[in-house]
């Protein structure tokens, strides 16, 4: 992702969507973030347990962009777990 082009400086008016399935797990609006990573962090927090492929979109209405991927969720320190013990 080319970080110049998806900039988010905090005041930024921000919309993210997290959807599996076709489902939508969770959105919202946000004016205090300051970076993709941010956005992330906050959907994570905000899914709980839910574990498998979703599909990320987040616009930045400020700037004018907007773009969506691919996002491998785990519950809470998880992906750490399986890859360590296999479990």
Not at 73 to 86: E, I, L
Request: proline content about 1%.
């Amino acid at each position: 992702m080319d970080k110049d082009r998806y900039k988010i400086e905090k005041g930024d008016r921000i919309f993210a969507r997290l959807t599996m399935g076709g489902r939508t797990l969770v959105e919202f609006m946000m004016n205090g973030i300051g970076s993709v990573s941010e956005v992330i962090a906050e959907m994570r927090r905000k899914i709980g347990d839910v574990r498998g492929l979703t599909k990320l979109y987040i616009r930045n209405h400020s700037r004018g962009w907007s773009f969506d991927r691919g996002l491998m969720v785990y519950p809470q320190g998880g992906a750490m777990r399986n890859r360590v013990w296999g479990c």
